[in-house]
């Protein structure tokens, strides 16, 4: 690996470099359909590469890997990958990931060095590993440089209580929550118990705590109504209990991480239902 | 719970629901045949594999040749595992191969549909398939006018009935209009599905997302800035032993009819006020209408003789085995058409398609009008070429700009560059196969991406009209080299209106 890339200007001068094709000298295609920012912390490092490398072939994007580290001393350490991939029978695409490490000082003003970075009108997604300090200046910032929010309530510990920090953002950005995706097929399954649904009482969940709040949070929002929460703890949702009545387990299979985020990169619009779900999640 | 029974579930709101098939039977006359093996079953178990298919679903193959329920599904898992494009699963096959049974019969013979009657029945108890029935017509056209008629007499009274027609969809304008009046006896027009595969293809439905979601294509879309438009459909491929079918259609009735007119038709058609299976189809068949036959002068035909393809040498046409040492039947055509309204009047279409060309190519071109005064004449006049917006379909889909830019350094030289949009780059989701797309909306029982009575009736015409041209002369076949780009007169076509085509 090469020196780390200490400015904006040698990033894109790195970026250029690597994107001509080595056999035809010819600048390889560049094709994208969006910035994906990521902010990593150190101990997401591994789960999050993981990811992304089921990503970059559903939507090829720019993404910028943002690492803080606030402990170290102020700098910017940077490096730069291109990748191909033949396309057809003729051609092959670039896409581009840039790794940024943002030490001491800098951890505070991350939009300034994400703006020149993005892809001019596409739109910015940006996935937070772990629980997003609200409130706080990097979060706050960099929520008012994108389009969506992408989490993952799986990952916050305490709550329900951060769902009502969410819900403080929700004029402010769309947000999707990976959480909530997975339990898609599971509210499928339920809409499709209706009208006898209409009256439940209590639900209980086995699942994660995300999963249970969510979904009690929804079919309170949904249907109008106080409905009580049951949960038991599972590293997956394996159960829904409708006023102690196991609920069919639904067709398919669940989907996988990467699958998951996917999905989420195609909508650009507000999920209403998914935010009055994480409205109703403390009532 | 009276009330909540009359209001509208709330739980539904926001949910993305596949609308998924509602149960039926799949019947695949044609079994034992090529395109059951390459396409159909392929497509099917990918649909399997994406849990599009109705839970409740079943496949009867039919056709003459004796062969047993296990033999059949042992030839379509080979089938599936050499032609599929997803990874083989094995639980995926069982449900679909749970769900797959063979009857060998002739529908020529008396009662001949009995022993399938019998197995529909059947499968209509075990799998709860309903009456509900699709019937593939995979079978050469000679046997497609015993089976509508059958099926017709002895459909099922219980649920929905659909019937798929492969090409070609006869022979002449006559023999169409029989086999949709053979149709009209027992089937409405909403069920029954003409297949085109070129319109289960993303890139062509992608084709009028890029007319009709942009703002920036439509209002040039027109004689006032296009010069000309030119459609090619390509293949470097022979005739892959099909002598008998070619022999008897030729590039005219094998491409020409169908594909082609349909990419004429998508590109020049009107905006349709919605897509519903009707507006998309009565905007198609008006352009049709719209076009006036071609004289002679405006139609090339060719065949091509002996020589290479990608270095290796290949014979000529009348060399192919089944092929008449004397045939005369074409392996391309290219033609000048015009599309007679407000917004075409007087911009050609040149179109072409044919066998054992330089390379496997289906482009739609839309080639703008120069720049009304360049003001670079001294360094640059001739290099300055027109833009062109390129819709590739195949095989690297996508749609690319060209136009001219300053080459860096002193003085202004210009050069063209390329803006290309790929299609595969930019969504890598896998882009499904034509007939799964094809397979399951008819399942859905929306035809808008299948071909009409009277659009067929209408591509029929004009094929017949130019065919009627070539009864009067025997022109001089072979008349290009295999591997090239087809004959002469092609190119003269062009150079005549001080046009060329396209080269890559
Ligand atoms: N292959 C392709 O890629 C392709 C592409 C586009 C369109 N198509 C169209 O699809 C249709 C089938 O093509 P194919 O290539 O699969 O042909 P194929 O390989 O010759 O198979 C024809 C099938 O029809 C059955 N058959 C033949 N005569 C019959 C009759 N009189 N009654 C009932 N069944 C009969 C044959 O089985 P038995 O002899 O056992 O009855 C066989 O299963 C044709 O209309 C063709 O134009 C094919």
Redesign the pocket.
């Known amino acids: 690996m090469a020196a780390a890339l200490g400015s904006i200007a040698e990033i894109e001068r790195e970026l250029g470099a690597q994107r001509v094709d080595p056999e035809s000298g010819q600048p390889m295609q560049r094709t994208s359909v969006m910035t994906h920012l990521a902010w990593v912390p150190e101990q997401w490092v591994e789960a999050a590469e993981d990811v992304l490398s089921g990503l970059a072939e559903r939507h090829p994007s720019r993404t910028i890997v943002l690492v803080p580290d606030p402990d170290a001393e102020d700098a910017l350490e940077a490096s730069v990958e291109v990748d191909c991939y033949p396309v057809g029978e003729h051609r092959k695409v670039s896409m581009e990931t840039i790794r940024l490490k943002l030490c001491g000082k800098r951890v505070q003003a991350p939009a300034s060095v994400v703006e020149p970075l993005l892809l001019p009108d596409l739109p910015v997604f940006l996935r937070w590993r772990g629980l997003p300090p609200f409130g706080e200046q990097p979060f706050e910032q960099l929520v008012d440089t994108v389009d969506r929010l992408i989490v993952d309530s799986t990952e916050w510990p305490g709550l329900p209580a951060p769902y009502g920090r969410l819900a403080d953002i929700f004029d402010r950005v769309a947000v999707s929550d990976i959480a909530w995706a997975r339990t898609s097929r599971w509210r499928a399954q339920l809409a499709s118990l209706w009208p006898g649904i209409a009256g439940v009482r209590r639900i209980k969940v086995l699942g994660t705590e995300a999963q249970a709040h969510l979904l009690a949070g929804w079919l309170r929002s949904r249907l109008g109504r106080k409905i009580e929460l049951e949960h038991e703890a599972a590293d997956r949702l394996t159960g829904v209990e409708l006023d102690g009545e196991p609920t069919p387990f639904p067709p398919g299979d669940p989907p996988d991480p990467a699958d998951l985020l996917s999905d989420e990169l195609e909508r650009f619009t507000r999920d209403r239902v998914y935010e009055d779900a994480v409205s109703a999640t403390r009532m | 719970m009276a009330v909540a029974e009359q209001q509208e579930n709330p739980l539904l709101e926001g949910l993305r629901l596949r609308r998924t098939p509602d149960p039926c039977a799949l019947v695949i006359?044609?079994?034992?045949?090529?395109?059951?093996k390459?396409?159909l079953f392929p497509a099917l178990y990918s649909l399997a594999l994406r849990h599009l298919l109705p839970e409740r679903f079943g496949i009867i193959g039919v056709?003459?040749?004796e062969e047993s329920d296990d033999d059949f599904r042992e030839a379509m898992k080979a089938a599936v595992q050499e032609f599929g494009r997803d990874a083989f699963q094995q639980e995926t096959w069982d449900w679909l191969a749970e769900r797959t049974r063979y009857v060998a019969t002739?529908?020529?013979d008396e009662g001949g549909q009995q022993r399938l009657v019998g197995a529909l029945n059947e499968l209509d108890e075990k799998q709860g398939t309903s009456g509900n029935r699709v019937y593939y017509l995979?079978?050469?056209?000679?046997?497609i006018a015993?089976?509508i008629h059958e099926i017709g007499e002895h459909r099922s009274t219980d649920g929905w009935t659909r019937l798929i027609v492969?090409?070609?969809f006869g022979r002449d304008l006559a023999s169409a209009q029989e086999l949709n009046a053979e149709l009209q006896q027992s089937f409405e027009e909403r069920e029954v599905f003409r297949i085109d595969?070129y319109l289960g293809k993303e890139t062509v439905q992608n084709l009028l997302a890029l007319r009709f979601a942009n703002g920036i294509f439509e209002p040039i879309w027109n004689r006032q800035f296009v010069d000309h438009v030119q459609i090619t459909v390509a293949e470097s491929i022979g005739i892959e032993g099909r002598a008998a079918?070619y022999e008897q259609a030729g590039a005219i009735r094998d491409i020409f009819q169908n594909h082609l007119l349909q990419l004429v038709a998508l590109t020049a058609m009107e905006p349709p006020i919605d897509f519903t299976a009707e507006s998309v189809r009565n905007e198609k068949v008006k352009v049709l209408r719209a076009m006036h036959t071609p004289g002679p002068k405006h139609v090339v035909r060719g065949q091509y003789g002996q020589g290479f393809i990608e270095g290796e040498e290949v014979p000529g046409y009348r060399d192919e085995p089944g092929v008449a040492r004397d045939s005369m039947t074409e392996t391309f055509v290219a033609a000048k058409l015009f599309v007679d309204n407000w917004r075409w009047a007087d911009t050609p279409f040149y179109v072409r398609a044919g066998k054992r060309l330089a390379r496997r190519e289906t482009t739609i071109a839309i080639e703008f009008k120069r720049a009304p005064h360049p003001p670079f004449e001294e360094s640059a006049e001739g290099e300055l070429q027109p833009n062109v917006l390129v819709v590739h379909i195949q095989p690297d889909e996508g749609v690319s700009l060209e136009f001219a830019a300053k080459v860096p350094g002193q003085g202004l030289t210009l050069r063209t560059v390329h803006m290309d949009f790929l299609y595969g780059g930019a969504f890598r989701t896998g882009i499904p196969e034509a007939y799964e797309r094809l397979i399951l909306d008819c399942l859905l029982g929306d035809t808008t991406l299948f071909t009409r009575s009277d659009e067929v009736e209408e591509q029929w015409s004009l094929v017949d009209a130019i065919v009627a041209f070539w009864k009067r002369d025997r022109p001089a076949f072979p008349n290009y080299e295999a591997g090239t780009w087809g004959p002469a007169a092609a190119d003269e076509l062009m150079r005549r209106d001080g046009r060329s085509w396209r080269r890559h």
């Open positions: 006359f044609g079994a034992s045949g090529d395109l059951t390459r396409k056709a003459r040749t002739d529908f020529a995979a079978v050469p056209p000679s046997a015993t089976l492969e090409k070609p595969h079918f």
